[in-house]
């Protein structure tokens, strides 16, 4: 069975960090462009950060920028998201999702079940 599993989330305080963690499971993650979304209650889901299949280009939403790092080990298939400096707006439900097209595809195939996190003092 093919799929994406996300770990790594939790309730940290605001400025606080966490490091999000993708793994694939029954497939490699060398030809895939994978994203990072998030969704919190209540909102739509919105893209966070990118990082296409050979972990040469990478893009973060506005909101992140600064403050979020993307990087892959395709060695390991794992995929990392580090969060720093952590505000209460990034409190949501984040998923990780894979795109055989690169990360401007539209064709998001694979999904994980997501990781909540959570930032409150």
């Known amino acids: 069975q093919l799929h994406l599993v996300e770990s790594g989330g939790g309730l940290v305080q605001p400025g606080g960090s966490l490091r999000l963690s993708c793994a694939a499971l029954?497939?490699?993650?060398?030809?895939?462009?994978i994203g990072w979304f998030r969704q919190a209650p209540g909102k739509e889901r919105e893209g966070v950060s990118c990082?296409?299949?050979?972990?040469?280009?990478?893009n973060y939403a506005d909101d992140v920028k600064g403050r979020f790092a993307i990087s892959r080990d395709n060695a390991k298939t794992t995929i990392y998201l580090q969060m720093n400096n952590l505000k209460p707006e990034d409190t949501a439900v984040y998923y990780c999702?894979?795109?055989?097209?690169?990360?401007?595809?539209?064709?998001?195939?694979?999904w994980g079940q997501g990781t909540q996190v959570t930032v409150s003092s």
């Open positions: 990082i296409s299949s050979d972990g040469s280009n990478a």
């Open positions: 999702a894979s795109n055989l097209f690169g990360c401007d595809g539209d064709d998001w195939g694979y």
């Open positions: 029954g497939f490699t993650l060398d030809y895939y462009a």
